[in-house]
């Protein structure tokens, strides 16, 4: 079955940590995105890659970093400079021809929290 | 500038009765609209998208969607609610304003259905 594997299901970082979460997608898509999900609050984007070696920052890409060697691989770093880390991190997937109007497939989700 | 706003931060409705979930948007293009829905804890599942075709759309479990331009709506419903569709709904506009595949995605709406 094609689709998204996000791990570890669950995070907890510790002062000065920098954690990396990991997101692989089977789907041969070539863009890639990372939001961040807060309580009652929608989706906000952070980082996406439309092709391999080659990223953008989204609308909250501060205290974050990725990186996008394989076209299947686009793992996210919180950096100790993101000082409120505590959310729930999705990792997004979609193909590229007619992007504007394509759906993005979803992984299952990294919950990240503060020891 | 592309927005949506969900008018409705909680729903709860009875099972068996309609569903009705609201959704405006804003667009300087025509856009492309879709329906997410996200258990607890899981990722997003595309529910429909409207892409210029038909202005009545279907889409898994029994939603559908109604495109009227004249409103700038697209809400949410379905015949009858079952217990299973308790969940967080999220509609979702397509950023024609770049070529990047963006989405930009409303604040989500809470559906609560009772026995």
């Known amino acids: 079955d094609g689709g998204i594997t996000q791990s570890p299901k669950y995070l907890f970082r510790k002062e000065g940590q920098n954690v990396t979460l990991s997101c692989e997608q089977n789907l041969n898509h070539d863009a890639m995105y990372w939001y961040r999900q807060d309580p009652g609050q929608g989706l906000r984007l952070i980082y996406y890659s439309q092709i391999v070696n080659d990223f953008q920052k989204g609308d909250i890409a501060e205290g974050y970093s990725v990186s996008r060697e394989k076209k299947e691989s686009f793992p996210l770093t919180v950096t100790s400079a993101q000082k409120n880390p505590t959310a729930f991190y999705l990792c997004?997937?979609?193909?590229?021809?007619?992007?504007?109007?394509?759906?993005?497939?979803f992984g299952d989700g990294t919950r990240l929290s503060i020891l | 500038a592309q927005s949506v706003t969900q008018l409705d931060s909680h729903v709860s409705v009875s099972e068996g009765t309609p569903v009705l979930l609201r959704c405006n948007y804003s667009?300087?293009?025509?856009?492309?609209l879709f329906w997410y829905v996200q258990h607890p804890n899981k990722g997003l599942q595309l529910l429909l998208k409207y892409t210029s075709a038909a202005t009545l759309v279907k889409g898994i479990n029994g939603f559908e969607a109604e495109f009227k331009k004249s409103e700038t709506s697209f809400h949410l419903t379905k015949p009858s609610a079952h217990m299973s569709d308790a969940a967080e709904y999220f509609c979702v506009v397509s950023d024609r304003s770049s070529n990047t595949g963006k989405l930009i995605f409303g604040q989500g709406t809470t559906l609560q259905v009772k026995p």
């Open positions: 997004a997937s979609s193909i590229v021809q007619g992007m504007r109007d394509q759906p993005q497939h």
């Open positions: 667009s300087s293009y025509s856009p492309s």
